[in-house]
């Protein structure tokens, strides 16, 4: 089993940044990479960004590319979402997953083992 703990959402004005961070425990080992998904109410949950453990390769959704940048700490097994220039759309709660399929995956049904979900809000 792998637990994920996603922490740092919050409130932001427009224009803003904010940094998420999720933490991955127990058979690390297993996964081989870690992705953020997020889900603003009434629509489903889409892919944002999932990066590699052993390359460090990443992949962005079309939306995010240029404002938001996912990393790893390898060490630390700990996952981050740089996320700046911020845009209302941007609202949602955001959930860090793993998955344990070596193929480049962008749709939730392929990950894993996921986080509870940490809300960031985007104010204009």
């Known amino acids: 089993q792998v637990q994920v703990v996603e922490s740092g959402g919050g409130l932001v004005q427009a224009g803003g940044s904010l940094r998420l961070s999720c933490a991955a425990s127990g058979r690390i080992f297993t996964t081989y990479a870690m992705g953020w998904f997020r889900q603003a109410p009434g629509k489903e949950r889409e892919f944002v960004a999932r990066?590699?453990?052993?390359?460090?390769?990443?992949y962005y959704a079309d939306s995010v590319k240029g404002r938001f940048t996912i990393s790893a700490d390898n060490v630390k097994n700990t996952v981050y979402l740089q996320m700046n220039s911020l845009k209302p759309e941007d609202t949602a709660v955001y959930y860090c997953?793993?998955?344990?399929?070596?193929?480049?995956?962008?749709?939730?049904?392929?990950?894993?083992?996921w986080g509870q979900g940490t809300q960031v809000t985007v104010s204009s």
């Open positions: 997953a793993a998955t344990l399929s070596q193929r480049l995956v962008v749709i939730a049904a392929d990950y894993d083992y």
């Open positions: 990066i590699r453990w052993s390359s460090g390769s990443t």
